[in-house]
């Protein structure tokens, strides 16, 4: 009793001075560079130095007063028990904190006394207060306010101090400018309680009748990181679904870790939680559908792993459909590259920043067991790997050998069922190496000087590995090959385009070119038109679209014939839909394609040489089934008549305007039956192709778009032939789906939500 007693005389005497001095204005003091840590018996005698929290702390970005609301406060960071700070100033009651990774803070210095530590963390309770009670900034403090600016909702308390509860109160405003501001605790007294409930376990529960924006508060304050599995169960619940997590491992040169993410889908919003392999907290981030815009994710400092996106769709659900089998690579990204009957290439990549890697792979799967066959590791080094024709090999060029730590330019051929290699060459290529192939042949161009202004072409027997015959090339050249359905070596050099013999490197033909107008996009790393390449149905045509003087030119490269074309023109970009149909994004503003800020597309008919029509926007992705093209426009997913661009339908979104979200598109479309598959937003989303209608997520798939791989994105990331389904990831999975099985789920998917919205017509 009588300690009891001296901690509330030494309480009542500490905020008296305290009160006193804070209507003294006290100079600012320099951070001491060392000194002892100070553990304050009290405000009133904490000094600027070195201090360790006791207990969980809300850093304000200014200091907390009765002359600002009680929710204007503006905290984004919080501080744990343990963690030390530098005090540069004691206001008052309020310490002032200046930190490299925080900055400019304050907190109650209550908060670094002794008296802090007895906090005690509590289940959380529902209190009411009368509306003539106070709301403290710290048990005692001079600093309060009217329990009314706390809103109508019950106050929650999560811990208590004596005869103090430490409520939540909601910041108002909550977000700005991509940062988070997080719930205060502050204090309310016990004896002015005029009625408490205990919440019940599982906040997000379908049961839970908790308002969502409680349980946001909740999830801010209680949720930490390295959080054991059973604490989020049991204040959250079971979660809906539970999946393999994205790769936790950030830095370069290390395997991947991959945990497991629940997801908690059972309301208006997405809660997701990432545990590591060891079941600890690593991650959690919130999800609230039907924004007006794509905002991008909001972060509460650099230093929380966690977030809160906002979405324009509507939030989905998520379909669980089981596998044939899940491959686990050891990099981020998994792309198909190409397919025998009994073997998939995948390219795996670990999703360096603006096109860059420090460690890249090409390996083989079983195309019946998921089973890796072999594996070439690249490194950081530039690599490229092109077929045979009968898909039976594989010729890999790569500059960079991990083994060795060094640059070297190897090409190898390497036979797909086993990996062994069957011959190889090096190079020094001073100045770099590119490769290509055509028919039966591995093409090799080595430049000689530092702007390749001269190059020396090899042409290497694909089967044998020996040198077939060389050309050197100088000035302005291009070798337009694509791989091995390409029948003869093609050069475009001097206003023509010759094809020569691959084997004999004799003349095949030549076409007449023309002057340039405009370099070839192709080079741009950004540019996602031109072909898009299927691995599980190779090109079985000889004809193909190519840019030759101031034409796009369909060209028959058996005969070096024309047979259709389409004016070239620096404001425009084309994706190929077929031999007949170009999608045409045109600029409408700027000096440059890329630079402006209006277009359109327009879909040209090469045979009858007219625009069919026009719509606004950029029009991309396409891919045409019978009369109708299925395309992302602005990227959204859309469907148009062919015939007339009449909208079909549009995927449903909360945007209200028409912001273009291509950079949320991460593959092509799939058509799977009446179901059209593609990645959007970080999902493998499913649609209705009859009214794209959204069906939900498809469970357990990570995916996303990935800087500067556009090209082998829209090619690699989703391939429907045959039977089969195959999707890459961005955590390291390569996976296959039977078709016919995926389908039925699909069906039992749509069926639900009939069923659903029948019932919901029902009731109204």
Not at 120 to 142: C, T
Not at 497 to 523: C, I, N, Q, R
Not at 577 to 587: G, H, P, W
Request: net charge neutral; hydrophobic share 35%.
């Amino acid at each position: 009793m009588r300690s009891r007693l001296s901690i509330k005389k030494r309480l009542c005497i500490v905020l008296a001075a305290a009160t006193c001095l804070s209507l003294v204005p006290l100079p600012v003091q320099p951070v001491k560079e060392a000194g002892p840590t100070v553990y304050a018996d009290g405000p009133g005698s904490l000094k600027p130095g070195k201090v360790t929290l006791r207990q969980k702390a809300v850093f304000y970005e200014n200091a907390p007063s009765r002359s600002r609301s009680l929710r204007n406060h503006s905290a984004a960071y919080y501080g744990h028990p343990g963690e030390t700070f530098r005090v540069s100033d004691v206001k008052g009651e309020m310490a002032f904190i200046e930190s490299d990774e925080l900055g400019d803070v304050w907190l109650p210095a209550w908060y670094l006394s002794k008296e802090a530590g007895q906090v005690r963390n509590i289940d959380p309770l529902s209190l009411r207060l009368p509306a003539n009670s106070s709301i403290y900034a710290a048990p005692g403090s001079s600093v309060h306010w009217p329990a009314s600016q706390a809103g109508d909702m019950p106050l929650i308390a999560v811990s208590k101090w004596q005869d103090w509860y430490g409520v939540l109160i909601a910041p108002d405003p909550w977000k700005k400018e991509h940062t988070l501001y997080r719930p205060a605790v502050m204090w309310v007294k016990a004896k002015d309680v005029k009625s408490k409930e205990k919440l019940p376990a599982g906040l997000l529960e379908p049961s839970s009748e908790l308002p969502i924006e409680a349980v946001r508060h909740l999830t801010d304050y209680l949720v930490d990181e390295g959080d054991s599995k059973s604490y989020v169960k049991q204040l959250l619940g079971v979660p809906q679904v539970k999946e393999h997590s994205r790769n936790q491992e950030q830095r370069s040169g290390r395997p991947p870790v991959i945990g497991e993410t629940w997801r908690y889908e059972a309301r208006e919003a997405l809660f997701t939680a990432t545990f590591s392999p060891a079941g600890k907290l690593t991650a959690w981030e919130w999800t609230f559908p039907n924004a007006a815009a794509f905002e991008g994710n909001y972060y509460a400092g650099s230093h929380d792993p966690f977030s809160y996106r906002f979405s324009a769709m509507p939030l989905l659900r998520t379909i669980e459909a089981a596998p044939v089998w899940r491959n686990q690579g050891n990099l981020n990204f998994t792309f198909l590259l190409e397919a025998s009957r009994d073997v998939l290439l995948i390219k795996g990549d670990d999703g360096g920043f603006s096109g860059m890697h420090d460690n890249s792979s090409l390996y083989a799967i079983d195309r019946s067991t998921g089973k890796k066959l072999w594996q070439q590791d690249a490194g950081f080094g530039w690599y490229t790997a092109v077929p045979d024709r009968n898909r039976e090999h594989v010729t890999m060029y790569s500059a960079y050998n991990p083994e060795k730590k060094a640059y070297e330019s190897r090409v190898r051929h390497i036979r797909l069922t086993d990996g062994r290699i069957l011959w190889e060459r090096k190079y020094n290529a001073e100045f770099g190496l590119t490769m290509t192939a055509a028919s039966g042949a591995i093409l090799l161009l080595e430049g000689l000087d530092l702007n390749a202004k001269k190059s020396v072409l090899s042409v290497v027997d694909q089967q044998t590995g020996k040198l077939r015959w060389k050309k050197t090339l100088s000035g302005e050249y291009r070798l337009l090959n694509q791989g091995p359905e390409d029948p003869y070596v093609l050069i475009e050099q001097s206003g023509k385009l010759t094809a020569y013999e691959p084997m004999t490197g004799k003349l095949a033909w030549t076409h007449k070119s023309g002057k340039k107008v405009m370099d070839d996009p192709a080079w741009d790393p950004y540019f996602t038109g031109g072909y898009r390449y299927e691995p599980l149905s190779p090109p079985g045509t000889t004809s193909r679209w190519m840019l030759l003087g101031d034409k796009w030119t369909l060209l028959n490269t058996e005969s070096g014939k024309r047979e259709g074309s389409y004016p070239a023109n620096e404001m425009e970009r084309i994706e190929v839909l077929d031999e007949r149909y170009l999608l045409v994004q045109r600029a409408l503003d700027g000096n440059y394609f890329t630079g402006a800020k209006s277009y359109e597309t327009v879909l040209y008919d090469a045979v009858n040489q007219r625009e069919l029509w026009t719509v606004k926007g950029r029009a991309a992705r396409g891919i045409m089934e019978g009369d109708v093209i299925y395309l992302t426009l602005n990227g959204i997913p859309a469907a148009v008549e062919k015939e007339t661009g009449e909208t079909i339908w549009k995927m449903k979104t909360s945007l209200k305007s028409n912001e273009d979200v291509t950079q949320l598109v991460g593959s092509s479309f799939g058509i799977l039956d009446r179901y059209l598959l593609i990645s959007f937003g970080g999902d493998l989303i499913v649609l209705d192709k009859g009214n794209g209608r959204i069906l939900g997520r498809l469970g357990d798939i990570a995916t996303g778009n990935v800087d500067l791989r556009e090209q082998a994105a829209r090619s690699g990331v989703l391939n429907i032939a045959d039977g089969e389904v195959y999707i890459g990831t961005v955590n390291g999975a390569f996976v296959r789906y039977d078709a016919a099985e995926l389908k039925e789920r699909l069906d039992e998917r749509g069926a639900e939500l009939d069923a659903a919205a029948g019932q919901l017509d029902h009731t109204r």
